[in-house]
Each structure stands twice: as C-alpha cells, then as structure tokens.
C-alpha cells in the first residue's frame, strides 16, 4: 500500500524499530519524534527526551523486573539494543554492564539466527562494544573489558570507515 494509505499507527511502528538504534548516533531526542511508542525502552528514551529520567529509570527498571521473572529466557536483541542504549543516555553504566553479563551469559541458548540475520549479528557487536567500555568503567571488571574490547577491535578491524571511532576506543580499553 502507498505510505498514504497506511494509518499513523503503522507509520509509528515502522518508525519506531529504526530510533531505537539511532539513538547513539543521533541522540536521545530523537525518540520525541517516534510518536506513540510500543516498546519499553523507547517510551524510556521518549520520557528521558521529555527530562523525566525518574520516568525512564522506572520504565528500565519494570524490564529488569520482567527479566527477574524469566531467568533463562534470552531478551530480543533489537529491544536489548534499544535498551542499552538509553542506559548508556543516562550514564547507567552498573545497569548496561549488568543486562549485557545477563545476555553473554544466556548467549548459548539465543537461536543461531542472531548472527544469520545482518541486522541482528550488527547489533551483536555493537552489544560487545557496550558491553566492553561499561566493564572498563569498573575498576575490578578491566580485565575482562580488555578481553572483550580486543575481541571487537579484532572483530571490526576491517569494518566500514563509520565504525572506526568504536574500534579505535576498543583498542585504547583493550591497550589499557
């Protein structure tokens, strides 16, 4: 059907999926525009675009609690991503480093098609890169940042001239 004729509601969600990854490179505001949002961390990143972040921590935090009730249940990547990334907006690196131990560690039993789908094995690294420079901000966890920041500079060591700022913080965590 022509962009026309489609309703907003679907014109919001077919909006919606791509702010939730556009947030690190066009900032927090740009959630304002997705309209009325389905997924929680982008009605986190719309309410922390608003200046309410006691809103948004408390929306992240019912995902923590969601998380809580289904211990082995891997999350959906892309509202990992998404979730993630707002966290990172506001500077909640305990809560980054925290979900992403939780997706590593369940990494096992996520179905092969995260890294089948583009999307999804993009996402993965992206995931590694957060998940390396918020164990760096933890004194005790350097080690291990290190490792996981090696791995992803090796990983993207011939990637897209776009990425070349993440690798090149990936190889500072993993020198340092």
């Known amino acids: 059907a022509p962009a026309g004729a489609r309703t907003p509601a679907v014109n919001e969600a077919l909006f919606e999926r791509p702010v ?11 959630a304002a525009a997705a309209g009325a949002a389905i997924t ?3 009605r986190a990143a719309q309410a922390l675009a608003r200046g309410d972040t006691a809103q948004a921590m408390a929306m992240l935090d019912g995902m923590d609690h969601m998380r809580s009730a289904a211990p082995g249940s891997p999350d959906n990547i892309e509202v990992l991503a998404a979730e993630v990334n707002v966290r990172a907006a506001l500077h909640d690196t ?22 089948e789908q583009e999307t999804w094995a993009a996402l993965l690294g992206r995931l590694m890169a957060a998940h390396a420079e918020a164990l760096a901000a933890n004194p005790s966890s350097r080690a291990d940042a290190r490792r996981w920041a090696a791995a992803v500079a090796q990983l993207w060591s011939g990637a897209d001239p776009g990425l070349a700022p993440v690798v090149a913080r990936m190889r ?5």
């Open 20 to 30: 939730g990854f556009a947030i690190p490179c066009t900032g927090i505001a740009a």
């Open 172 to 176: 500072a965590i993993a020198g340092g």
């Open 94 to 115: 305990d809560g980054v480093r925290r979900i992403l131990a939780r997706f590593f560690n369940l990494l096992p039993a996520v179905p092969s098609l995260v890294v």
């Open 40 to 42: 929680p961390p982008v």
